[in-house]
DNA sequence: CCTGTTTTATGCGTAGAATCATACCTGAAG
DNA sequence: CTTCAGGTATGATTCTACGCATAAAACAGG
């Protein structure tokens, strides 16, 4: 989902440059912008105190990320972190607001989003409080596949380390290491010089 | 979030009866109508092949479900099931795709239900994803109070049996059992005849 | 008040994920 | 080619939630 960009900038909206490892809103905090990732990535986490991630999301180019406080007036539900040197656009949130009023048809796209927001977060879920650590893991990368996050469809790689599908799946990393390779071993995926393909 | 009733039966909405166990849709299969609960309540649920059950929310009296494939075209992502004898009134889509185009304000009391929705299960995922035991249902039961959802204010008082609390938490019986006996003795909620306070 | 059913309670052995330690690839930079 | 850092691999040990068994409350119905 991304808005086009010419529209935006005509209601106002500026691009940002960040850093790899710069915050750009934090969890928590009051939503002042609409943002759309117009290259790099970013990722979407929650931290516990031992300093343990939860990647909610792996935001990739032309995605629009932190929409939620946008429609339901809370408070950022996660951390968003550059992953790599990127460029937002951003718009603030009353002439995001009034783009929605005046274009029923982008209103109608983000509820689009929204609900397939819902749809992974039920999935995922599903995932954590039934499945073990391979299923878990295989509910995730289909997903992926099927959406084409974090994956390049040319060269069927998945392109996550397993740090981040740890982080993804509420596993730690030798767990997933392990897991992983039962699978390749089972056929389930190909693991190359560490690389996963699927 | 509910939509007038009148104004729904003049969309040509009618009411069902369903009985306590009775499925009124199942996971993977097509979204034909709107739901709104009038009376009674529905359990919204993921099963697994072993029988166990993820219930991802306990649907009380005043509240719609299983709107999200009305937005984004998709198969049920759970099965919604009868807890007890419960009157609904459903719309169908097409009606329903109509009054949000017809009724800016209801298109986005929907936008905001949907972004409360993702919001709650952000919340439960990192739980799942990070917490311990008592941490997971400390979250989860924090976010019913908050709610008002499946709790009476009144008397203070959980409306949830401990296997519900299991279910909606990714654990079992008996650790859902002995966790809040632990929290209970750390002075972090009341169980008396085992009916628990908060 | 008795009876049966549902829910809560508690003990105990086990499976398996977390944790810690260590070593090995792999690709990028000099 | 060598060095180095980030990622992957693997073994050994710990820890705790699970799974099963059994019992005791709590409650509804007759």
New interface residues.
């Given amino acids: 989902m991304m808005i086009d960009i010419d529209l935006l900038l005509a209601c106002g909206a500026a691009y940002k440059k960040v850093s790899a490892g710069e915050v750009i809103f934090r969890e928590g905090s009051n939503c002042l912008f609409y943002y759309q990732l117009v290259s790099g990535s970013v990722r979407w986490i929650?931290v516990?105190d031992e300093g343990?991630e939860?990647i909610?999301t792996i935001i990739d180019e032309g995605e629009c990320f932190g929409?939620?406080?946008?429609?339901?007036?809370?408070p950022y539900?996660?951390t968003a972190i550059a992953e790599e040197d990127s460029v937002l656009i951003r718009l603030h949130r009353s002439s995001f607001n009034q783009l929605?009023?005046d274009s029923?048809d982008i209103?109608?796209a983000?509820?689009?989003l929204?609900?397939?927001?819902?749809?992974f977060?039920?999935?995922?879920?599903?995932a954590?409080?039934?499945?073990a650590p391979e299923a878990r893991i295989a509910t995730l990368i289909k997903y992926l596949k099927a959406e084409n996050k974090n994956f390049c469809p040319k060269c069927n790689q998945l392109k996550l380390t397993r740090q981040q599908i740890a982080d993804m799946?509420?596993l730690r990393v030798e767990t997933v290491i392990r897991a992983m390779r039962n699978m390749h071993d089972k056929g389930e995926l190909v693991i190359e010089k560490g690389k996963v393909y699927c």
């Avoid at 929204?114 to 749809?119: H, I, S, T």
Wanted: charged fraction near 25%.
């Fill in positions: 929650n516990d343990h939860f909610q929409e939620i406080p946008l429609f339901d007036e809370g539900a996660a929605l009023k029923p209103h109608f983000f509820s689009h929204l609900a397939k927001r819902v749809r977060k039920f999935l995922l879920l599903k954590l409080a039934l499945n799946t509420g």
